[in-house]
T-cell receptor, first 112, second 113 residues
Framework: LAKTTQPISMDSYEGQEVNITCSHN???????ITWYQQFPSQGPRFIIQ???TKVTNEVASLFIPADRKSSTLSLPRVSLSDTAVYYC?????????????FGKGTKLSVIP | GAGVSQSPRYKVAKRGQDVALRCDPI?????LFWYQQALGQGPEFLTY????????KSGLPSDRFFAERPEGSVSTLKIQRTQQEDSAVYLC???????????FGPGTRLLVL
């Protein structure tokens, strides 16, 4: 399974755009990149998934460069309620891929 | 519709006691997963069910841990003779199929004294 590296923590003011970058140098051809969000005392929640280029949904955007060795989760105009831990996961849709492999994640603190 | 629910939300056990943690998955979800999350860490995979069949239990840390899903819906994670190192949050997730998006419950926080 590809290992991921992301910052341990980030601070941001309300209303700013936040970009969290994840490195995954050993990503395999069949691997997708998935981001989860976890609030205190809750289970992780799926945010977004992509394979290459850019993916956007109502919550976030995911930017993946051509070499796919990194990815950036972009949260537009964060609010206090976006304070959470964000996990970057890399895995394929093949056999055994149901084992989600979480790292330590990035703890985002949004400041008023 | 209702999401994944887990009970109890909190459990305090004395070392050596047995505990049972329950998971109610989203209705119709074939796949069910258990994860363990230590303080300050990401969740770690424990075991996976497809309907009532336990297809993967490679993440269970010892033979004191076992899980069941006898009718293919509700699942129970049982820990026998609990130890202090078992203290963690136990998360349950379900999905339509094994490779689909996993939806997590709120977890059960277990504290072993």
């Amino acid at each position: 399974l590809a290992k991921t590296t992301q910052p341990i923590s980030m601070d941001s003011y309300e209303g700013q755009e936040v970009n969290i970058t994840c490195s995954h140098n050993n990503i395999a051809t069949n691997d997708y990149i998935t981001w989860y969000q976890q609030f205190p005392s809750q289970g992780p929640r799926f945010i977004i998934q992509g394979y290459k280029t850019k993916v956007t949904n109502e919550v976030a955007s995911l930017f993946i460069p051509a070499d796919r060795k990194s990815s950036t989760l972009s949260l537009p105009r964060v609010s206090l309620s976006d304070t959470a831990v964000y996990y970057c996961l890399v895995g394929s849709s093949g056999a055994g891929s149901y084992q989600l492999t979480f790292g330590k994640g990035t703890k985002l603190s949004v400041i008023p | 519709g209702a999401g994944v629910s887990q009970s109890p939300r909190y459990k305090v056990a004395k070392r050596g006691q047995d505990v049972a943690l329950r998971c109610d998955p989203i209705s119709g979800h074939v796949s069910l997963f258990w994860y363990q999350q230590a303080l300050g860490q990401g969740p770690e995979f424990l075991t996976y069910f497809q309907n009532e069949a336990q297809l993967d239990k490679s993440g269970l840390p010892s033979d004191r841990f076992f899980a069941e899903r006898p009718e293919g819906s509700v699942s129970t994670l049982k820990i026998q003779r609990t130890q202090q190192e078992d203290s963690a949050v136990y998360l349950c997730a379900s999905s339509l199929k094994s490779t689909a998006t996993q939806y997590f419950g709120p977890g059960t926080r277990l504290l072993v004294l």
